[in-house]
């Protein structure tokens, strides 16, 4: 036993010393904990009373891991702390060829526009449901040639339109990956894009004493644009996008009638999404900086009585007394409108602050 762990040991050195001499890798960390009240009013309430809660918790985006690079190759991976269990937030690799990068792995979507807010509720995902297009961090392969990128990203199909395996037998068929496109504009003070995707898969089913299949197609697909405009020192971002069927595709959306469904005749009924967020901030000083911003989104269906709203609203100060540490007071107010079938949803304010340590 003892040579076998001076065995093991011996390699381990030489992987180290190996990967050390071909490779240059730098590690690092973000640790991220929240403390914040939230008030909800009796609508939103699921006790049908104003209610009042603190909360303190380590946030799902905080986070560990490293870049590397040889040569052209390079590399990064990126583990997170969601439901308190590390899991692969970022894992590709990327090749620098003559005419442009070939990425390989898991990585944001090419749609992704959190980076235009740092809204800190939520796990600083607030505004990912609400006015931002985001459908994940996903294993796609990738090719981007100057401003333009093109994905062929892992298909979404587990949407099955209403049907159930309890009333009869469901075949979900694939024939191609989920497609994404996305040009970027960048100039001294602006960056932009325009970018769009678009998903299908065909969902079949066989009902409980029946021996016909019903096949029904499901399209669904984005399109949009993101806007981030610096003026000395100050800034303003914005997103606006359409979805078609953004559930099928996907896509990170609050509120219900946002998939496609089946009508009374049998015939697939489309959904439409429409959403779209405005920020704005300011760099004070060496240690503060203010920001807020609002975010929408809207889906709407023919079953659907009253299109489904929500709007939020933010605004925050962020104290960055040296440069790995911020922290970052935060209120703000969340309205949930009518529901699809035109109930009241309610609303909820909330007050707080996020605490982060980067190393």
């Not at 892992?154 to 469901?170: E, I, R, Y």
């Not at 099928?248 to 049998?266: F, Q, R, V």
């Not at 007071?329 to 409108?337: S, T």
């Given at each position: 036993m003892k040579r076998l762990l001076i065995l093991l040991g011996l390699f381990v050195c030489i992987c180290t010393l190996t990967t050390s001499a071909l490779a240059e890798m730098s590690l690092y960390g973000s640790a991220r904990m929240s403390t914040f009240y939230t008030m909800e009013d009796e609508d939103k309430s699921v006790t049908g009373e104003d209610d009042v809660d603190f909360n303190e918790w380590l946030q799902t985006n905080a986070r560990v891991g490293a870049n590397v690079t040889t040569g052209d190759v390079k590399g990064r991976f990126?583990?997170?702390?969601?439901?308190?269990v590390a899991d692969v937030r970022l894992l590709y690799g990327t090749w620098d060829f003559e005419q442009g990068t070939l990425l390989v792995g898991k990585d944001y979507s090419?749609?992704?526009?959190?980076?235009?807010?740092?809204?800190?509720?939520?796990?600083?995902?607030?505004?990912?449901?609400?006015?931002?297009?985001?459908?994940?961090?996903?294993?796609?392969?990738?090719?981007?040639?100057?401003?333009?990128?093109?994905?062929?990203?892992?298909?979404?199909?587990?949407?099955?339109?209403?049907?159930?395996?309890?009333?009869?037998?469901?075949?979900?068929?694939?024939?191609?990956?989920?497609?994404?496109v996305a040009y970027n504009i960048a100039m001294d003070s602006v960056k932009a894009a325009l970018f769009g995707g678009f998903n299908t898969y065909k969902v079949g089913f066989t009902a409980t004493g029946d021996t016909e299949q019903k096949d029904y197609e499901i399209y669904s697909g984005i399109a949009g644009a993101r806007c981030m405009v610096t003026i000395d020192d100050a800034y303003v971002n914005g997103t606006l996008f359409y979805a078609m069927n953004g559930g099928?595709?996907?896509?990170?959306?609050?509120?219900?009638?946002?998939?496609?469904?089946?009508?009374?005749?049998?015939d697939v009924e489309d959904s439409s999404s429409f959403g779209g967020a405005l920020i704005?901030?300011?760099?004070?000083?060496?240690?503060?900086?203010?920001?807020?911003?609002?975010?929408?989104?809207?889906?709407?269906?023919?079953?659907?009585?009253?299109?489904?709203?929500?709007?939020?609203?933010?605004?925050?100060?962020?104290?960055?007394?040296?440069?790995?540490?911020?922290?970052?007071?935060?209120?703000?107010?969340?309205?949930?409108?009518?529901?699809?079938?035109?109930?009241?949803?309610?609303?909820?304010?909330?007050?707080?602050?996020?605490?982060?340590i980067n190393f």
């Open positions: 990126e583990y997170g702390t969601k439901n308190d090419l749609i992704d526009s959190h980076m235009i807010s740092n809204v800190s509720y939520m796990d600083d995902a607030l505004f990912l449901s609400i006015g931002l297009p985001y459908a994940g961090r996903t294993p796609q392969i990738r090719v981007t040639m100057g401003d333009l990128s093109i994905a062929a990203l892992k298909p979404c199909n587990t949407d099955t339109v209403g049907l159930k395996s309890a009333n009869g037998t469901l075949d979900v068929d694939t024939y191609s990956p989920k497609i994404e099928n595709y996907g896509l990170a959306l609050e509120g219900a009638a946002k998939t496609a469904e089946l009508s009374i005749d049998g704005a901030g300011s760099k004070i000083d060496d240690m503060l900086a203010v920001e807020g911003g609002v975010g929408y989104v809207q889906n709407d269906v023919d079953s659907a009585k009253d299109p489904d709203a929500t709007m939020a609203v933010y605004a925050q100060l962020r104290y960055t007394p040296v440069k790995e540490v911020c922290i970052v007071p935060e209120i703000g107010y969340v309205d949930y409108m009518d529901d699809a079938a035109g109930e009241t949803q309610g609303s909820k304010y909330y007050a707080g602050a996020k605490w982060q």
